[in-house]
């Protein structure tokens, strides 16, 4: 089997670049790709780390590792920089951000003790997908990495990762939420009488105590919502930087590749361009000679033409399927990997993945 030639275009992502965003669908082998993009940047000696937003353990053992938590850790090995990786709590990281904005360490113990908090905070529409834009601006500015790799959640969600800093911008300046931070209780005197029924309702099936507290909750916030707007108009200019490139991930199935187009589209709308596409589990090319030799039929060596050119008929489909998503994200690069005989579990099978996609000469 020969491994297909990289085009140049991927080492500029590892070597210039200073956050790399691989999107794709689920199940196409996203994570093992980021990762394998952070292990070319400790390759090529960047302090690289490979930050995972999925809550499952697909990162960790693909590093070969028991566990991951909301703190990087570093992997050791054979290479010239260094590799580090974590996995994504957004709870964690969203009481880490409260004590960062609050104006005393009892304003930050007061929203952190808060019953609706305590509920909401790892649950709310939006909440990992924020505070994964959080964890990123963190690493990009306090972390001192070289390089960050970034393995989305599916593809519609990573939507609600990218848009997730002007969603929050957006619900700070909503009428409702600047109502409710009001530092006192005299806004209930304030506001309309079919409010205070519509409170008074909402206590009735739910309980005086869940209003409380979520009249608290939102007072509790007072003054830190400008700290929280000035963060997210950062995180919005930080993914439109051109020190910032997304990458497309996805297999050569039809829906994979369909999604992908999808989000490229999207992408494009948003103003942020697909500046390189890697199709995992390829199958793989083979240099022969065509048309084969003539063979007794049914010998063992027919068979073995027989397998081959099937092979081939899988690989012409493949590329065909492709076809359209390479001319969509063209002129960026597009790199093959092909299908492996076993899972990656390791940095030693993270390399094999990594020789497919940066395979021309470092």
């Not at 939420?177 to 909402?202: D, H, K, N």
Request: hydrophobic residues 45%.
């Amino acid at each position: 089997m020969t491994v297909p030639a990289g085009p140049p275009g991927f080492s500029d992502l590892v070597e210039e670049r200073s956050i790399v965003v691989c999107c794709g669908s689920g199940g196409v082998g996203k994570t093992t790709i980021s990762a394998a993009f952070a292990l070319e940047g400790a390759r090529r000696g960047r302090k690289a780390c490979v930050v995972t937003i999925d809550p499952a353990r697909r990162l960790a053992d693909a590093l070969g590792l028991s566990d991951l938590s909301n703190s990087a850790r570093q992997i050791e090995g054979p290479w010239a920089g260094e590799l580090w990786a974590l996995m994504l709590d957004s709870k964690g990281t969203f009481d880490d951000l409260v004590r960062r904005y609050a104006g005393s360490e009892e304003q930050a113990e007061g929203i952190l003790g808060n019953r609706l908090y305590r509920n909401l905070s790892g649950a709310l529409s939006g909440t990992q997908e924020y505070m994964a834009m959080e964890k990123l601006y963190e690493l990009a500015h306090d972390g001192g990495f070289d390089l960050i790799v970034v393995d989305t959640p599916p593809t519609r969600n990573a939507l609600d990762f990218l848009d997730a800093p002007r969603r929050l911008t957006r619900f700070l300046g909503h009428r409702l939420f600047q109502m409710l931070l009001m530092p006192t209780r005299a806004y209930l005197r304030a506001v309309s009488v079919a409010t205070q029924a519509l409170l008074r309702t909402i206590s009735k099936v739910a309980g005086t105590e869940i209003v409380h507290d979520a009249v608290a909750f939102f007072q509790a916030f007072e003054g830190m919502e400008e700290g929280f707007r000035v963060r997210a108009d950062d995180m919005r200019r930080l993914l439109a930087r051109t020190t910032t490139a997304f990458v497309l991930v996805t297999s050569p199935r039809g829906d994979t590749v369909e999604e992908a187009g999808w989000f490229a589209d999207r992408l494009n709308e948003s103003e942020l361009a697909v500046e390189g596409l890697v199709v995992n589990r390829v199958h793989p090319t083979f240099a022969v000679t065509d048309p084969f030799p003539a063979v007794p039929a049914g010998s063992a060596l027919a068979g073995l033409i027989d397998n081959l050119q099937s092979y081939q008929a899988v690989n012409v489909r493949e590329e065909a399927a492709c076809a359209a998503l390479v001319a969509q994200v063209a002129p960026s690069p597009v790199a093959r990997v092909a299908l492996l005989d076993v899972d990656v579990t390791d940095v030693d099978g993270l390399g094999i993945v990594a020789d497919h996609v940066f395979a021309s000469p470092r």
